[in-house]
């Protein structure tokens, strides 16, 4: 049996993310040992997704309720990848908490991320709520009132927040606060 063949056995004639029927293609996982462990059977519209991520819609991958479930270790790793491109989301974010995977299976998911990100060449520059990117020294204003753990005050919903600094997660900026340096979210914010 060929590649496709098994994958098509293995999924029941299905993409084994959203479960369409229609332009089956077999897609392999990053890094790829030639095996059909480390493959999957998906629609065009999946396949389409994972390799162009600027096209993604987040609304097509409500699927991944269903594959966090999955016993399908490619699958696992898969929606793995997909729920943390996807993790501004927040319901993404819920199903990333309920999916586990082994030490070595989370390793294998993580490297496939840095090897797909080496290839694109590109850091993620940080967005605002609006996607307006941010620079250091920008202002910002809350869009909402945010509680901030160990500094025992709520960071009142419009606050501007002068002179930001970035950091390295393209998700975070620090800033003044209340006299207060503190991260925020930057999906709690919008430039000023």
Request: with cysteine.
């Amino acid at each position: 049996m060929n590649k496709f063949e098994v994958l098509n056995k293995r999924s029941s004639g299905k993409c084994e993310l959203c479960s369409s029927t229609s332009g089956l293609e077999v897609y392999e996982s990053t890094p790829f040992d030639g095996t059909p462990d480390k493959a999957l059977l998906l629609c065009h519209v999946c396949k389409e997704q994972i390799q162009h991520p600027e096209k993604m819609d987040a609304n097509h991958w409500r699927c991944l309720n269903e594959t966090v479930w999955s016993e399908v270790l490619a699958v696992k790793v898969m929606t793995w990848r997909l729920l943390k491109n996807l993790s501004k989301e927040l319901w993404a974010q819920d199903l990333l908490e309920q999916l586990y995977l082994e030490d070595e299976d989370l390793a294998w998911a993580q490297s496939g991320m840095e090897e797909e990100s080496n290839n694109d060449q590109q850091t993620a520059a940080t967005k605002d709520s609006n996607g307006a990117v941010l620079v250091d020294g920008d202002s910002v204003t809350l869009i909402k009132d945010l509680d901030v753990k160990g500094a025992n005050f709520t960071a009142k919903r419009g606050t501007l927040v002068k002179n930001i600094s970035l950091t390295s997660n393209p998700e975070q900026i620090e800033g003044r606060v209340n006299g207060t340096q503190i991260v925020l979210l930057t999906r709690f914010l919008k430039k000023a």
